[in-house]
Each structure stands twice: as C-alpha cells, then as structure tokens.
C-alpha cells in the first residue's frame, strides 16, 4: 500500500502538488489539523471518524516551528514534523498530509475548500469559526469527542513519573 503523498505549504514549488492533490480528491473532502506528535490510539480512531464524513481525508500537521507556538511543552514536539507527517501518511484513511506553519490551517483551509473540518472535543464551533474557519461559511465543522485516557501530553508524563 502507498502512503498518502506529503506537501509541505511553506514551499512555493509544491504549489502544483498541492493543486493536484486537492483535484484528485474525490469529494466531499475532509480537513482536519493537529500536531500528532506521539501517535496513539486516540489520534488512529479520531482520524478514522474523521473519515467517515466524506470520501477524501486530508490532514494539516503543524509544523516543529507552529507546533511550539501552542505552548504544549518546552521539549515539544518530540517527534520532527517530516517523521509525523510520515506516521500520518501511512494511514490508510488519510488521502493527504500538508505540513502548515501558521497558528491556525486558515488560509490552507481556504485553499482546500473542505466540505467539513474536523477538530476534537476539546474545541468549540464558536472559537473554529473565530480562527480556523475565519471567513469560510461554506464549510461544515464536525466535532468528535476525544478518546477517554488518551493524548500525547498524558502518555509523556506517565513516561516522565515511570523513569524519575
């Protein structure tokens, strides 16, 4: 099985890749966002309801550089942003992985034109239609609630208190 191919946003000459990437999407196409960084089961089941709302998934991995603006740790992320765009690609339910360097996917989102964005149940539709979808009415939010006991920062400091 191929992996889904990977577009990095910050560079101009995978403008073409990009435009292709989104031509070949069968509709409707998904957007969700995240920084993915220690992949769990909580991320595998998230993405793959996320899929299940239209036929193309594609997933905006924060860069290294956007994932530190979100304050989730000094050491974070720990994995680099090519090997989790790579881990994200691999799955078989995403169709396109784009590395994206902004505080929000917005003007990604734009470009791509989703029929739905998919953010976890930790966020609002009120703050996704202030940031993230700021400007774009045309595109449905669909929030899945977050899987019990599992994230990235939980995992991390059972890790930390198992090795003190």
């Given at each position: 099985m191929e992996c889904a191919p990977i577009i990095n946003?910050?560079?101009?000459?995978?403008s073409k890749q990009l435009l292709s990437l989104i031509r070949k999407c069968e509709q409707?196409?998904?957007?969700?966002?995240?920084?993915?960084?220690?992949?769990?089961?909580?991320?595998l089941e998230y993405l793959r309801e996320a899929k299940r709302y239209g036929k193309s998934l594609i997933v905006g991995v924060n860069t290294d550089n956007s994932a530190k603006k979100l304050e989730k740790g000094p050491s974070r992320p720990f994995n680099n942003e090519n090997d989790r765009a790579s881990l994200i690609a691999s799955l078989r339910y995403v169709d396109g992985v784009i590395l994206f360097n902004e505080d929000t996917p917005n003007a990604l989102i734009k470009l791509i034109k989703p029929s739905f964005f998919v953010k976890g149940g930790d966020y609002s539709e009120t703050y996704l239609r202030a940031t993230d979808l700021f400007g774009l009415e045309n595109t449905e939010i669909k929030?899945?609630?977050l899987k019990?006991?599992?994230?990235?920062?939980?995992?991390?400091?059972?890790?930390i208190k198992a090795h003190q």
């Open positions: 946003f910050l560079q101009v000459d995978k409707p196409v998904v957007f969700t966002s995240g920084v993915f960084d220690l992949l769990h089961v909580g991320h929030i899945i609630p019990t006991n599992y994230s990235s920062t939980r995992l991390i400091k059972k890790i």
